[in-house]
T-cell receptor, first 116, second 115 residues
Framework: GAVVSQHPSRVICKSGTSVKIECRSL??????MFWYRQFPKQSLMLMAT?????????EQGVEKDKFLINHASLTLSTLTVTSAHPEDSSFYIC????????????FGPGTRLTVT | AQSVAQPEDQVNVAEGNPLTVKCTYS??????LFWYVQYPNRGLQFLLK??????LVKGSYGFEAEFNKSQTSFHLKKPSALVSDSALYFC?????????????FGGGTRLMVKP
């Protein structure tokens, strides 16, 4: 149990376009979902925290108008990178916390975004 | 503010030898500590956690970690390393028994196990 999926696993888009990444909890209800960004050979940097039905809370330095996060249901959160630039190329990872198992986060497999 | 330090960028060990990946933390409050492993182009896989109780925590794949409050450390260990253990390891800390609280990650340590 406690499986988190992400789609797509890899995406290539052109500069100026927008791309949406989905994060799903497959077998549990996720009260909170987190979005992280990971640069090559570096650690995970938290971008934002989202609770179902509420606006996401963004970390300092993360542009909320550029990285749109929607958490419309207890099993789905989406991250949309708008007007993508090459510097947005990165590995994006989501995680979800589970109702009743409040101390654990479950991580998705990640999405590799390349902006050309 | 909470922080995690992994002082070694890379740890090299021969297969069959014991391994240690170091982690120290700084929090105000009781820490909840985690170890994750990441394989290339993959997300994080949970290895083990310390919430409360016994300071020695056993996790997946034969890994264990010891919580040392006086030294504010949570080093990851394994008695006998395997080549397949080669990966990137992250230590993380959170304050509070609420997964809605932020996880802070260390910088990661690359473990290389040579045959």
């Amino acid at each position: 149990g406690a499986v988190v999926s992400q789609h797509p696993s890899r995406v290539i888009c052109k500069s100026g376009t927008s791309v949406k990444i989905e994060c799903r909890s497959l077998d549990f209800q996720a009260t909170t979902m987190f979005w992280y960004r990971q640069f090559p050979k570096q650690s995970l940097m938290l971008m934002a925290t989202s609770n179902e039905g509420s606006k996401a809370t963004y970390e300092q330095g993360v542009e909320k108008d550029k990285f749109l996060i929607n958490h419309a249901s207890l099993t789905l959160s989406t991250l949309t990178v708008t007007s993508a630039h090459p510097e947005d190329s990165s590995f994006y990872i989501c995680s979800a916390s589970r109702q009743g198992r409040s101390y654990e986060q479950y991580f998705g497999p990640g999405t590799r975004l390349t902006v050309t | 503010a909470q922080s995690v330090a992994q002082p070694e960028d890379q740890v090299n060990v021969a297969e069959g030898n014991p391994l240690t990946v170091k982690c120290t933390y700084s929090v105000s409050g009781n820490p909840y500590l985690f170890w994750y492993v990441q394989y290339p182009n993959r997300g994080l896989q949970f290895l083990l956690k310390y919430i409360t109780g016994d300071n020695l925590v056993k996790g997946s794949y034969g890994f264990e970690a010891e919580f040392n409050k006086s030294q504010t450390s949570f080093h990851l260990k394994k008695p006998s390393a395997l080549v397949s253990d080669s990966a990137l390891y992250f230590c993380a800390v959170r304050v509070g028994n609420n997964a809605g609280n932020m996880l802070t990650f260390g910088g990661g340590t690359r473990l290389m196990v040579k045959p």
